[in-house]
């Protein structure tokens, strides 16, 4: 006999139950798979958590076998035509329905107590959304982390991606093919033929799955967040009627940030007072997968471990806390809890407004000379007028690809790693790349700030009124900001992007009047809160928006989507410098918000 105190541990699934492929009815007659993790020997019903994921039901293992383990029943469910479930998948159109019939099936086993929560991250923190538009009398929370929308995904500013082809080896079919989505080589390859033969984006599809992907085209003919999309999210209704508390999770780094706190202000816009009061939002130092594990590592910048949240540990005390009648999570005394990078502390306050005390403008003006990073236009109060600076959108240029055929310098291991990247430096994935503002022919802008005489505390969305003329009907135009410090390093802030034709919003396209002055917001950037440091100075590149994974647009101001070779044109945009409705940043600053600290 061995004496099981000096034994190993047991496995973490040794204790747990498995009951594989489960059948929920679903509407239209078609059957759900289920994939169920119970303590072993349960005898009580309990509280269920349930995640629906496009990616196979075994996505959640883990998650299962430590719900499990920490005396809740899991399970995890193949969204529709995908995994062993059956049907068509098209995203986000049947989960709402599917979730009713998921959730009727929960309350009614003999394992569950009649509660339900919900749980995942990316498209499974967005469909939770979805789920709280059923108004299911059984559902008790949903707990989103980097919650997605169709539509308000990066790049955003109604420039469509390429990236929904690479996501659809993931999700398009019952099976997950992980190792074809996480080759960056491959899908860089496409992309990049794509781009030099002129193949327009709606054929795609057919050349790499030998079939349409309806949902894809659409993708491509609704770039802008219009009802096509908004739709499907709950309506002021269904969040009027919700009651129950929400536990939001992104990060300053996630792909996903804009998407998962536009969620978050429609819930404050429409939510009722009880939801609205009892619900909290976590915004930490961590990328698009760092909200899901906590790690404190972007790229190359890791923040001190110190600033680890325990992401699943706060999940389980608040499904505790909900279910179960535990105590509420130490962390969130108050609604909004983030991190502050630079100082690398974290701070709490009442609403997301209160982060931000108040706005500084910060005027652009032009050096004598062409426009590089070496010799760059300036950032200031109280910039005197100076001449306008001018670039090119330039769908047949090289420069992009040049860029984006090189390795990344700060890439880790992981699905994201291989060459640069636009379309992830915006979603926040490359913080310490230069690549996009020293690579720039004539294709971009960089302003610089003079060195700070003091460290600067900046916190929120920064806007900036870029007043300018085009000559051509449309073009697509980022802005990213940066800290320079003094030893050089680049950190990421904050970025934007919009496709000119929906400057004035997504109800109707505008295209530009070539020639005419015009004063274009971005408005819709990243959130991001920072201490800059003494000595650093801040960069703002403005450029053309051109990547591999963005449907390239032609600048013709027919559907990009149909737009062929013969249909580009290059698009030179006039930056102006002086009057009184010249080009502006308007930087947030930080409120005045002790640091908290959190128990470990």
Known sequence: MIDSRNSPPSPPGRQVDILFRQAVPAPGGIQLAAMVFKPRGQADPLPVIVEMTPYGADWGYADGVRFANEGFVFVSVDCRGTGESEGTFTPVVNEAADFTAVFDWLVAQPWCDGQVATFGGSYSGMNQWLALGTGHPALRTIVPSAAAILGRNMPGGGIGTLYNLRWASLSASHGTHMAWFGDVDYWHGVWEDAALQGTPAAQLPEQLFGHALPWHQQNLAHTGFDTHWSRHLPTPEAYAAWRAPVLSITGQYDSCQTPALEHHRRLLQWGSDTARRSSHLVIGPWNHAGCNDGNPQVGSVRFADTYRLDIMGLKLAWYRWVMQGGEKPAALQRSVLW????????????????????????????????????????????????????????????????????????????????????????????????????????????????????????????????????????????????????????????????????????????????????????????????????????????????????????????????????????????????????????????????PVTLQR
């Open 339 to 594: 991190c502050e990078t630079g100082t690398e502390a974290w701070h709490a306050c009442d609403t997301l407004a209160e982060v931000t005390a108040a706005r500084q403008p910060q005027a652009l003006a032009a050096a004598d000379g062409p426009n590089d990073v070496f010799h760059s236009g300036w950032l200031a109060k109280d910039a005197p007028a100076t001449p306008p600076y001018q670039f090119t959108c330039d769908p047949d240029d090289e420069v992009l690809l040049d860029i984006e055929r090189e390795p990344r310098a700060d890439a880790v291991q992981g699905l994201f790693a291989g060459n640069n990247s636009l379309f992830m430096t915006l979603g926040g994935e490359e913080p310490t790349s230069h690549a996009y503002a020293t690579h720039l022919r004539g294709q971009g802008l960089v302003y610089h700030s003079a060195p700070l005489e003091a460290p600067l505390a900046l916190a929120g969305v920064p806007v900036l009124d870029l007043r300018c003329t085009v000559d051509q009907p449309d073009a697509d135009l980022v802005m990213l900001l940066y800290e320079i410090r003094a030893d050089g390093q680049a950190i990421f802030l904050s970025s934007d992007a919009l496709r000119l034709r929906w400057r004035a919003g997504f109800g109707a396209e505008s295209p530009a009047v070539p020639g005419e002055p015009m004063t274009v917001r971005f408005s819709d950037a990243r959130f991001f809160a920072r201490t800059l440091a003494r000595h650093s100075r801040l960069r703002l590149v403005v450029r053309h928006g051109m990547s591999l994974a963005h449907q390239r647009n032609g600048n013709s101001g027919k559907p990009v989507h149909e737009e062929t070779l013969a249909d580009r044109r290059v698009a030179t945009v006039t930056v102006i410098h002086d009057g009184p409705a010249r080009s502006r940043l308007m930087l947030p600053l930080a409120g005045d918000h002790p």
